[in-house]
C-alpha cells in the first residue's frame, strides 16, 4: 500500500541520511600523518555510502509507488 511504502521511505531516508553524517565525520577526522594506517576508516566509509546509496535507490522505487497510488506519478 502506498502507506506502507511511506514509511519505508522516511525510514530509508532517514537511515541514508544518518550514516552520511556518521560517515562525514569520521572522513573528515583523519590526518594525513595517519596514512595508510587509516585506509580501512576509508574502505568502510565507502562500504557504508555504498549501502546508504542503495538505500536511496529503494527510496527513490517507494515513491514511485506512493506517485501511482496517488495517481499523481506521470513517469517523469
Not at 12 to 24: E, H, L
Not at 28 to 37: E, I, K, R, S, T
Amino acid at each position: 500500500t502506498a502507506e506502507h511504502h511511506y514509511q519505508s521511505f522516511v525510514s530509508r531516508v532517514g537511515t541514508a541520511s544518518a550514516t552520511s553524517a556518521r560517515v562525514a565525520t569520521v572522513v573528515l577526522a583523519q590526518v594525513p600523518a595517519d596514512f595508510p594506517g587509516d585506509t580501512h576508516v576509508f574502505v568502510s566509509a565507502n562500504r557504508q555510502l555504498l549501502a546508504a546509496d542503495v538505500a536511496i535507490a529503494y527510496a527513490n522505487y517507494d515513491v514511485s509507488v506512493i506517485g501511482l497510488a496517488s495517481g499523481g506519478y506521470t513517469g517523469s
